[in-house]
């Protein structure tokens, strides 16, 4: 039995883990790279085996980084079966599909007018991979195993990270005829996210693949994160800038909504409008909407009582391109737009327009990977380069660390720490590799289990 480490190894994206027993082959994730050219260009490499001869893929959860190469082992051969929850089918399919347009139209603008001075990139995967692929989705509930074959057996807990991701618990037989317990934590929440669940803590493990995204960091309380948007939200209504919330189309945009909403019905705030600038995040949020099942008891509640958490009387969705342009005209008004890290999307031409102006203000909400746009506004560099021109950096810049989608040092402790069964060997994945060593330093010292930091392409074999 063994494992080999094929993405989000010493870094956060293109999530991909190869398992492999005498018996079955499978996949937990099948994830895009993400965050600069360079590292985009990784997507294009063959996978190191045939995909015609994986029996599964588990996906973990419908992020880009996690679900992005699956169309692309669908195209080359794989027949088998994709196995999530029904949300993570939903989700992934709005995001493969978001993500194949944007693909399409960069290649035709490309053939349009050829640059010399960049490559031209090919789609990954069109709109119709993307369709021929969703065939293969199974969709689980969480806390029930399934036998798939003689030999393997696995079951799907809550991770809390965004709606439907999954820690997966997999049962194998090695070759001396002895079951092995293998658990990915997928992407871990925090405990106390407004929609989603907390993560589910597993007992046992013989061994454990944990994400380490904010593995040596302290996230700001939740409470006092929301009350700082508030106050964000009421000195720029003030200033009568504009807010600029470049957001994750999934989840952190319903989760920003989420508090607006309830700071407009608690009549803290009156009289601003707010532009959901996503086509894409209001098809998520459509999403969510369908299945209220996984919210947690808070988001619950409020629907009981009649109210649409995702509502409110002053928001707009803005869904055509020239509708979008048009609001490059307002003043004092909020304009949530996608993508979360500021690589493309509509929040691109906001920043242009905004970013020299002192009364902008911007609102990160989530992880910024190195190298992207969204990292450089939270470094706060002077200067910033939108569309090949330079921008002076004149915006109010606020980064709002409580309401990641992760997990943060505390959290990943706490949930380690749970297995009451020592594991055999935890891996820690999915982190920049700074951030990865100091959390691997830390954990050492608390759990006396051996902790290895895979590289990628590193093969582990599993007694
Ligand atoms: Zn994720
Ligand atoms: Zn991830």
Not at 174 to 196: C, E, H, T, Y
Not at 230 to 238: D, M, T, V
Request: aromatic residues 10%; glycine residues 8%; proline residues 4%.
């Amino acid at each position: 039995m063994k494992i080999q480490f094929l993405g989000a190894s010493k870094t956060v994206t293109g999530s991909c883990f190869f398992v492999e027993t005498d018996e079955v082959k499978f996949l937990v994730d099948c994830g895009a790279y993400q965050g600069g050219d360079e590292l985009e260009k990784e997507n294009f490499k063959p996978f190191p085996f045939d995909p015609a001869d994986l029996d599964f893929v588990f996906l973990t959860h419908a992020h880009y980084d996690h679900s992005g190469r699956i169309p692309v082992l669908v195209k080359q051969g794989f027949r088998g079966r994709i196995i999530c929850t029904q949300p993570t089918r939903d989700l992934a399919k709005i995001i493969l599909l978001d993500s194949a347009n944007l693909q399409q139209e960069e290649s035709k603008r490309w053939e349009v007018n050829p640059r010399t001075d960049v490559e031209e990139r090919k789609p990954l995967f069109t709109e119709q991979d993307v369709e021929d692929c969703m065939r293969f989705f199974e969709v689980y509930p969480y806390g029930s195993s399934v036998n798939l074959t003689r030999t393997c057996e696995f079951r799907l807990r809550d991770a809390g990270h965004i709606l439907g991701s999954a820690i997966l618990e997999v049962w194998l037989e090695n070759s001396a005829g002895r079951v092995r317990k293998l658990v990915f934590s997928g992407d871990l929440g925090q405990p106390g996210a407004r929609i989603v669940c907390d993560p589910d803590l597993i007992r046992e493990a013989d061994y454990v693949i944990c994400e380490s995204t904010y593995g040596n960091r302290i996230h700001k309380d939740r409470n006092e994160t929301v009350l700082e948007l508030l106050g964000i939200l009421q000195n720029a209504q003030k200033e009568g800038g504009n807010i600029l919330i470049p957001s994750f189309a999934i989840e952190r945009t319903q989760e920003i909504l989420y508090e607006i909403n309830l700071f407009i019905e608690n009549r803290l705030l009156t009289g601003l409008p707010v532009y959901l600038d996503s086509p894409m995040a209001s098809k998520a949020t459509e999403v969510f909407r369908q299945y209220p099942d996984f919210y947690d008891e808070d988001a619950k509640r409020l629907l009981k009582k009649g109210d649409d958490p995702f509502d409110f009387p002053d928001l707009h969705k803005v869904d055509s391109a020239e509708e979008s342009k048009r609001l490059a005209m307002k003043k004092g008004i909020v304009i949530i737009a996608g993508s979360g890290m500021c690589t493309g999307g509509r929040i691109m031409h906001h920043l242009k327009n905004n970013i020299e102006n002192k009364s902008t203000n911007v609102v990160i909400v989530g992880y910024q990977v190195k190298g992207t746009l969204g990292r450089r506004l939270v470094d706060r560099e002077s200067v910033v380069k939108i569309f090949g021109a330079e921008y002076k950096n004149n915006a109010q810049i606020h980064t709002l660390g409580g309401f990641s989608g992760h997990g943060d040092q505390r959290d990943l402790n706490y949930w380690l720490r749970s297995f009451g069964h020592t594991p055999r060997k935890i891996f820690l994945v999915h982190g920049d590799e700074e951030i990865i060593n100091e959390f691997a330093g830390n954990l050492a010292k608390e759990i006396h289990i051996p902790i290895q930091i895979p590289n990628i392409g590193d093969i582990v074999k599993l007694d």
